[in-house]
């Protein structure tokens, strides 16, 4: 299987930084890798799709880049909404063998 | 507004099956471009996926529980279902149900259902 791992596992920001998390896979991956944002119980959200592309909905402070093993979720100016813990997840494989980075949690200064 | 809703036993016994439905409102299940997935939580823990079905009953599951995993689709009602079998204390999780958009090129889950949580004790 294909492992992510993210880093940091947790991060200390304060509202107005900019933030960056770093999700690395084990194989090359092209551009399968999403990124989903969850606040304490409740579900996941989609943020990012395809590395790259904002999902319908999500402010425009949150991009993701990258492609082959190495990625990264910015959130441009942090928000107070935005202190929750994000995933990464791959679904590359053919048939899909789908996994999820460990998670970051991004917690206020 | 497409809306999936999970339902079932919150604790089940040791070696017992878990059983969970999820029922899709506001969108066809049987909708091409999409497959539906469960992904499940453990208390504290990150997302592991279970397995995904197609409308047509073509199904992917995790090879790691693979032996123990059954999922299934009723399209006349809307919803499909989970079974995991032989569970231990190890299966206790939120179980999230999803909506698997898959693409010529890419794939993402959403939206997810709320989740709801199974216990394995006796």
């Known amino acids: 299987d294909i492992q992510m791992t993210q880093s940091p596992s947790s991060l200390s920001a304060s509202v107005g930084d900019r933030v960056t998390i770093t999700c690395r896979a084990s194989?090359?991956?092209?551009?399968?890798l999403n990124w989903y944002q969850q606040k304490p119980g409740k579900a996941p959200k989609l943020l990012i799709y395809?590395?790259?592309s904002l999902q319908s909905g999500v402010p425009s402070r949150f991009s993701g880049s990258g492609s082959g093993t190495d990625f990264t979720l910015t959130i441009s100016s942090l928000q107070p909404e935005d202190f929750a813990t994000y995933y990464c997840?791959?679904?590359?494989?053919?048939?899909?063998?789908?996994?999820f980075g460990q998670g970051t949690r991004l917690e206020i200064k | 507004q497409l809306q999936l809703q999970e339902s079932g036993p919150g604790l089940v016994k040791p070696s017992e099956t878990l059983s969970l439905t999820c029922t899709v409102s506001?969108?066809?299940?049987?909708?091409?471009?999409?497959?539906w997935g469960w992904i499940r939580q453990p208390p504290g823990k990150g997302l592991e996926w279970i397995g995904s079905?197609?409308?047509?009953?073509?199904?992917y599951y995790n090879p790691s529980l693979k032996s123990r995993v059954t999922i299934s689709v009723d399209t006349s009602k809307n919803q499909f279902s989970l079974k995991l079998s032989s569970v231990t204390a190890a299966d206790t999780a939120v179980y999230y149900c999803?909506?698997?958009?898959?693409?010529?090129?890419?794939?993402?889950?959403?939206?997810w259902g709320q989740g709801t949580l199974v216990t394995v004790s006796s």
């Open positions: 194989q090359s991956i092209s551009s399968y």
């Open positions: 999803a909506r698997w958009t898959v693409t010529i090129q890419y794939n993402w889950f959403d939206p």
């Open positions: 997840q791959q679904s590359y494989s053919t048939p899909p063998r789908i996994t």
């Open positions: 395809a590395a790259s």
């Open positions: 079905i197609y409308y047509s009953g073509s199904t």
């Open positions: 506001g969108g066809s299940i049987s909708s091409s471009s999409y497959y």
